[in-house]
């Protein structure tokens, strides 16, 4: 349930920047998601729906946009984009990798009239 949590934090955030800009209407929040940030975008969209209503912020569209998992291999090098069940290096097989991206969970930018 730490979805609504975030979902309050993603509400909060619009809400703040909407007041230092003295804005009418929030129409679009992008939120960047990782793959493996554990945070289920169904719940979110579901949450943000209640908590904003009655706000500037009600009715805006959330893009929930995914970010795959990367990583580099320590062993060969390589860069790949992979499952997040399956996280080796794809060249190699090695399971001495680095995460580049997929644990992303940010507001990356807002639309507002």
Known sequence: MHELAITQGIL?????????????RVISIKIMIGDFSGIVPQLIQEYYNIASRGTVAENAALILER???????????????????FVKCSVCGSEQIKMLTGREFNVDSMEVE
């Open 67 to 85: 970010v795959p998992v990367t990583i580099r291999c320590l062993s060969c090098g390589a860069v790949s984009t992979v499952s997040k069940t």
């Open 12 to 24: 909060g955030i619009a809400l703040d920047e909407a007041a230092k800009r003295n804005v009418s």
